[in-house]
């Protein structure tokens, strides 16, 4: 059973940086699209980027563009997200998410396509 985990969150001001890592233990991730996605108190869950398998291809949302970039390190079986830039509405649980995939050059937002979840960690912007 994949497990990943995130860490990296915690507290910043707006106009601050912080960079997310999602590890997995026990597997190697060159076949699986990553997603990160983030939940805010009393909404839904969102996806804000994601990762195909051999890194060659990003998606982002519109709100975190020229903002958060995504990156992978397979030797490391390691998923990052760097996040500058940040605003108070970043503010949220961030999960890694990820998904076997034969096809290297895709990934998809949907959070309906990711069956393997990390336990989240939080992100808060506030000065």
């Known amino acids: 059973q994949l497990q990943l985990v995130e860490s990296g969150g915690g507290l910043v001001q707006p106009g601050g940086s912080l960079r997310l890592s999602c590890g997995a233990s026990?597997?190697?991730?060159?076949?699986?699209?990553i997603g990160w996605f983030r939940q805010a108190p009393g909404k839904e869950r969102e996806g804000v980027s994601c990762?195909?398998?051999?890194?060659?291809?990003?998606n982002y949302a519109d709100s975190v563009k020229g903002r958060f970039t995504i990156s992978r390190d397979n030797a490391k079986t390691t998923v990052y997200l760097q996040m500058n830039n940040l605003k108070p509405e970043d503010t949220a649980v961030y999960y890694c998410?990820?998904?076997?995939?034969?096809?290297?050059?895709?990934?998809?937002?949907?959070?309906?396509?990711?069956?393997?979840w990390g336990q989240g960690t939080q992100v808060t912007v506030s000065s």
């Open positions: 990762i195909s398998s051999n890194g060659s291809n990003t």
């Open positions: 026990g597997f190697t991730l060159d076949y699986y699209y």
């Open positions: 998410a990820a998904k076997r995939t034969s096809f290297q050059n895709m990934c998809i937002m949907g959070s309906r396509y990711y069956p393997s």
